[in-house]
């Protein structure tokens, strides 16, 4: 592969913050009248970090944050953005009361959209009375399955994301929610071909010596992972990025290869053209391992997926394409490292992107790198840790509901849809009939600022008909459209067990300090609702019944992780299965699949179509020319972190900006500093042009913040769709195609 100069170690890392002296000598050390809690991130992150907060014990509050040195992958240091989670703990402008909006002020009642000054404080005993009042009422006028809950990973812990939630919503009766935003194409695509999802321990990428970013903005989003990879290129390795954008990775990568959005399916079917032609397949591996290696072959050596072929429709060169197939088939041979691939989940936002991720799964299949250590590939290890999930959730209680059976289930990417069209038959019902949705209860999530399609979304949100109630720790975008708005706590409030989707450790993380004001966890939130609205003992649960429930498993990868173990320890590894060198490697051998096979599934073959919105789609020779990326930006988590002064700081250099190539501009009269807008059939939004080539020609490229803090209240999410993904039920976020052009040449538009 062909290198170019990087700086080895131009990353961030933060070891702690402070916003009070814990010692007066100032000294870094805890003094005597401070005490050391052990935390863990709960944010919606692979790498899960150990945290060390420093209390004051006088006063109660945190006064420091650093990464536990002791955990294998947090090792000491923090994200600059949880480095600043003090900030957002005692940020001024946190939800810390009850509150609903008002009934009336001297001009009449301010219409959703409205912010804070719309709202009242009122007792916490008041909000759950007329909560339970209001979902009782609807349900029984309209049936329960008019209420929607509406959550996702605000937290990642198995009480917060998980638990008394679920109980409440299933004895209610209330719609089920399909929680597809993020993960499902990729992860299914994984369980259909491994049987479970799992993969190389980010330890060992420092014994790789290639090593494939795929979709992956490791310095971005998965810092913890960077040190390992830097590890691997002092000794040699090589770190190649595909990705369509010109990310922090890519940046110091050895060779960026931009992809056009879509096309990485057949990316990886040209891989293995190359792979199988030149004979760099393990035949013993594919014979004992794998099932469907000769349909794979067959398909993979057809002329359409030579790199000859694959080039134009991709934009990566066929020679390109020829040396990265070379380099991951002689990786691990003849005593030289393995190849790994560090996968992620920007690769299955688009319509197709099941089929992709399914097809670059396969590789390690093929080459066997799975027998070595620092070999495989790694998109996510959630489903190593076996918490007793169903215990914690109790699905069974849908049948003590009304209903007296399972509820309808609608799909989060369409909530669009299912706030202004649910009554009629379609796609957000799950091809269910079933009443309008006349409750939403938000929590773990902005809706109004994530969920596509947000024109649609802020429509439904608008409906004076609709009863909203938001659980937050600030008044966000949501907020805004509540009825009623309930203070969250921050996982320094509350207690919660965790696992990890990029590591193999479960851990504990301990309630730091008293919440804040009159903030409440989700589980005594629901737990609360619960023995309001049911006699049922299941909502009598707290923090620790409910921790000793999702632990309950004789899971043998839990073998020896009790509660007990992880109050003293705070993080205790899984109990993987060893070679006899003493190493877990996943898929080394057969008794690692979870497939019916008890293999690695290489058919069906992963045939690669065009998504429609694409420029090699059926949509793509239309009125909107060209790709649109709405990513996620560096300094926040989704649109967690965007409105603390801080981190928009740190994002200041990109905020509010279209970010597209010097032909694309130049043939709009567009140059850097223009307003631009940005539309398609779906909506408008108005941004600052950036014109470079951190996108290739067709593409552009804009970041995610929430809509009131952005240009005219409207965020790139104005121009993302509701369709799925082919596998999981997905996001196509990165399936859009927009036309781009000055805002005064499109006044009249």
Known sequence: MCTQNHPRDAYNIVVFTSLANTNPSGSNEPSAATKTVHAVCTHDCPDTCGLLVTVDTLTGRATRLQGDPSHPVTRGFLCGKVARYLDRVYSPDRLLYPMRRKAGVPKGPLPKGSERDAFERISWHEALDFVAMKLKQIAAESGPESILPYSYAGTIGQLGYGSMDRRFFYRLGASQLDRTICSTAGGEALKQVYGVKLGTIPQDFAHAGLIIAWGANIHGTNIHLWPFIEEARRHGASLVVIDPYRTRTAALADEHLAIRPGTDGLLALALMHVLFRDGHEDAEYLRECTHGAEDLRAYALREE???????AVTGIAADTIERLAQAYGNAGRNGSRPAAIRLNYGIQRCENGGTAARAVAMLPLITGSWKQRGGGLQLSTSGAFPFNSSRLQMPEMMQRSTLKRASRIVNMNQLGKALTELGQRSAALDSNDGPPVKALFVYNSNAAAVAPDSERVLAGLRREDLFTVVHEQFFNDTTDYADVVLPATTFLEHKDVLGAYGH???????????????????????????????????????????????????????????????EREGHVPLSLPKNEHGESLPFSSREWFRTPSGRGELI??????????????????GEFPLEFLPRKADNYMNSTFANLPGHRHMERKTAG?????????????????????????????????????????????????????????????????????????????????????????????
């Open 504 to 566: 193999l450790n479960a851990q504990i993380s301990q309630a730091a300090i008293a919440p804040l004001g009159e903030a409440r966890s989700n589980v005594w939130l629901f737990g609360e609702l619960g023995q309001r609205m049911f006699s049922d003992k299941e909502f009598d649960d707290g923090e620790e019944e409910l921790i000793a429930q999702a632990l309950d498993t004789d899971h043998p990868f839990f073998a020896g992780i009790t509660k007990q173990r992880l």
């Open 657 to 749: 900006l279209l970010e597209i190539h010097p032909s694309d501009a130049a043939a709009r009269g567009v140059s850097s500093g223009d307003s631009v807008s940005v539309w398609n059939g779906r909506g408008r939004i108005t941004l600052t042009a950036s014109v470079g080539e951190t996108v290739p020609e067709g593409v552009v490229a804009s970041r995610l913040d929430w809509q009131k803090l952005s240009h005219n209240g409207a965020n790139v999410n104005m121009l993302t769709s509701e369709r799925l993904s082919d596998l999981g039920g997905g996001a196509t976020f990165y399936s859009t195609l927009v036309e781009v052009a000055k805002t005064e040449q499109t006044a009249a538009v």
């Open 305 to 311: 997926h030579a790199p000859a072929r694959v080039a």
């Open 604 to 621: 069906p073959v992963p045939a690669w179509i065009a998504p429609h919105e694409s420029r090699s789609g059926a949509e793509g020779a």
